[in-house]
């Protein structure tokens, strides 16, 4: 039997480990009782002292204890995990079965996410794991995390063992005058069979990775110590995963096997879509980085609390964290997030924080208190201008005057809404302001800068598409396995009727696409720009959890155009097409693993509201005779047959093409530099920029004013003889 001082002094030696752990007593209790201790400590007392005997059995009960610690701290119980499991797959638009097919799709998903190039794991490993392949739907199912944490475990055994393989390969000596071939992509490459293959593989990318750095100016000594710097916190990042981060992987090569947009959204990545949606957040107003293991002030947010106190500054390392009168607690290798949650807070709310900040005698500490308060993040809300291009006068009897309205995103303040919906922030309310402000000028057309728009609140673009069209409908859902359909109509009167043209890029997306079809549809304003946008016709629901759990963002219903198009996969087309990459390269809903297919429904009872659509070809083809003047728009062409020539075909790359290539670009940089020097000497030459812009124009803005300035001209025209 366990002799009494013996239980003592373990349990003794545990009990302030475990003082701070709650929740947990039962189970700790039960454990306990489950470990057949006695035999054990029986055979210890033979071998080994008392004092060593006490040591061992404190050690062995907390390595027993571990697993019940692990369950306390983390959420995402087996229980929690079945029930997200079934939540997600009845909410999900397409009803797909949770089964075999699905299985190993999860199964790849699920290790593309950890080791996507074949770095880290041996071909063993994964023959290994294939056991799983088609059991991870009846492990999620049954909430059964076994396959999610047994390969987290190995990939962090792998992960480690290439960190010491990587230091010792940066001690080599890399002889760059050597060729080498390089796979740029590698995510359909074979995992290395063994150990020494996995080493030669990395010293590849290293060598191919100091190149690059050498070749942009970096000293080789630098190079080394940066790639190394990478690597550690890459490392450190994944080492301080709990089973809960693992799990969240783990969903989310779930919710990705249904299709690209939903996802699991834990605690933290909640917050963080909440404040990209609202553009809102209440804290102190300092955008941070994490490098090795400090948490550095990267920049400050102009006009938030940390600008408004004044003693905050960039580069200043934070150390410690207290909330009001509270201790501080230290966050020296503390997660980034982790530190993000600590410093964020309810606006009127106080935190300290304990900062150490490089100066002339070295590294000096301070310490501070930031009242939290609401800071607005300026960068993603609408801008406005009015411009005159210089050209007008020169092509039509007079001047005419461009109102332009950049929108990055379809944001809105929900909490704001719900608690004041008279006033609140959002998109549409912004660019209502602007339109009535152009109307108040008298502007002669406008332009709806929606370019890398990636979209936002589908009721925003509602609203929004009402402000030009009025209380019309805008666009149609179909509901989770088209049980349900639903025609979106606006509420709002039209409050801009003038010439309108509509920027856009194979990154406009979503509620973009949703704004731009409609306007194609009622023909009310030109689409310009690449082929098409995006091609995201889905909408995703964020459905909440329990508080702490998080939420998930799932697809719950597809759009269409009130023409009964789908915008899914195809996206909108634009009525003139401009030069561009991304005309050619893989971009858009079509080049996403798992991509609901296109497909049409009955259109709704609507009108076209002009006959915009028979300007298209003359419009089309006096762009065309301008872009085919355009120096800008030639390169642009050059560019895209170089990328159709060499670039999209390139499977491989060498030592000898990236210094051609690195010269290349050196001659071509110092012949614009050569061009911009001879322009600024011939003032007379250069054109003169509107400092004062809110919005930065370019050749495709510039083309968009000469494309608007047709088409107010045409349409007079047509009034004056019809």
Request: proline fraction near 4%; hydrophobic fraction near 40%; charge should be neutral.
């Amino acid at each position: 039997m366990m002799e009494n001082s013996d239980w003592q002094v373990a349990a003794e030696a545990i009990q302030r480990w475990l003082k701070k752990t709650s929740g947990c007593k039962g189970r700790i209790e039960s454990s306990v009782r489950s470990w057949n201790m006695n035999g054990f400590a029986t055979r210890l007392k033979f071998v080994l002292p008392m004092r060593f005997r006490s040591f061992v059995l404190a050690c062995c009960l907390a390595i027993q204890l571990l697993p019940v610690i692990a369950q306390a701290e983390n959420r995402l119980n087996s229980a929690v995990l079945r029930g997200i499991v079934e939540r997600f797959t009845s909410l999900h638009y397409a009803q797909k079965p949770l089964d075999n097919a699905l299985s190993q799709t999860i199964f790849s998903n699920y290790l593309r996410r950890l080791d996507p190039g074949h770095y880290y794991f041996l071909e063993s490993d994964i023959e290994s794991f294939k056991r799983y392949q088609l059991q991870v739907d009846d492990l999620l199912r049954r909430g059964n995390p076994d396959f999610a944490l047994d390969v987290f475990s190995r990939f962090k055994t792998r992960i480690s063992e290439r960190l010491e393989m990587l230091e010792e390969i940066l001690q080599e000596e890399f002889d760059f005058s050597k060729d080498a071939q390089w796979q740029l992509d590698r995510k359909e490459a074979p995992y290395p069979k063994t150990t020494e293959a996995a080493r030669a593989t990395w010293r590849l990318k290293m060598k191919f990775d100091l190149l690059s750095l050498t070749l942009g100016g970096t000293p080789l000594k630098e190079a080394k110590e940066r790639l190394l710097k990478r690597f550690r916190g890459q490392w450190k990042d994944y080492s301080q995963y709990d089973d809960d981060d693992v799990l969240s992987v783990f969903l989310n090569a779930m919710a990705r096997a249904y299709d690209p947009h939903s996802s699991y959204l834990a605690p933290q990545d909640l917050k963080n879509f909440d404040i990209s949606i609202k553009l809102s957040l209440e804290g102190i107003g300092a955008v941070l980085r994490w490098e090795d293991g400090y948490t550095i002030v990267n920049s400050i947010v102009p006009g938030g609390a940390a600008a408004r106190h004044g003693k905050l500054q960039m580069d200043d390392r934070i150390i410690a964290v207290a909330q009001a009168d509270n201790a501080f607690e230290s966050v020296i290798d503390m997660r980034l997030n982790d530190v993000v949650q600590l410093i964020r807070g309810k606006r009127g709310t106080t935190v300290r924080l304990q900062v150490l900040r490089k100066t002339a005698k070295g590294f000096d500490t301070f310490k501070f208190p930031i009242v939290r308060d609401k800071i607005v993040l300026k960068d993603g809300e609408a801008r406005t201008h009015v411009f005159t291009p210089e050209n007008s006068g020169k092509h039509y009897p007079h001047t005419y005057r461009i109102g332009v309205i950049r929108l990055p995103s379809f944001y809105v303040d929900f909490n704001d809404r719900r608690s004041n919906p008279t006033n609140y922030k959002s998109s549409s309310r912004d660019v209502r302001k602007h339109l009535e402000s152009f109307v108040a000028q008298g502007v002669d057309g406008m332009i709806l800068d929606l370019r890398s728009n990636g979209g936002g609140g589908l009721d925003e673009a509602i609203k929004m598409a009402g402000l030009f069209v009025g209380r019309k409908p805008i666009v149609v859902v179909q509901q989770t396995g088209g049980r349900h359909i639903t025609v979106h109509r606006s509420r709002e009167d039209a409050v801009y009727t003038g010439p309108l043209l509509i920027l856009q890029n194979r990154y406009s997306a979503s509620a973009s696409e949703i704004l731009a079809g409609a306007m194609r549809d009622y023909q009310r304003a030109l689409l310009v720009g690449d082929t098409t946008t995006f091609g995201k016709g889905t909408v995703q629901n964020i459905a909440q959890l329990p508080e702490g759990y998080g939420a998930l963002k799932v697809t719950i219903a597809q759009f269409y155009r009130v023409s009964g198009a789908s915008t899914q996969n195809r996206g909108v087309p634009s009525d003139i097409i401009l030069p561009s990459l991304n005309n050619v390269r893989e971009v858009g809903e079509a080049t996403l693993d798992h991509a609901l297919p296109w497909h049409s429904i009955d259109s709704v009872s609507y009108r076209a509201l002009s006959n915009l659509g028979t300007l298209v070809p003359e419009l089309s083809a006096r762009s065309g005779e301008r872009v085919d003047r355009s120096e800008f728009f030639a390169q642009v062409r050059e560019d895209v047959q170089e990328y159709l020539d060499t670039v999209k075909p390139l499977q491989f790359t060498s030592i000898r093409r990236l210094q051609e290539e690195h010269q290349r670009r050196r001659a071509q940089r110092e012949e614009e530099l050569a061009q911009a020097k001879e322009l600024e000497e011939d003032s007379e030459e250069a054109p003169e920029v509107d400092k004062t812009a809110a919005i930065l124009r370019d050749a495709y803005l510039e083309e968009g004013f000469a494309i608007l300035e047709d088409y107010i001209h045409l349409q007079q025209h047509a009034k004056n003889n019809p």
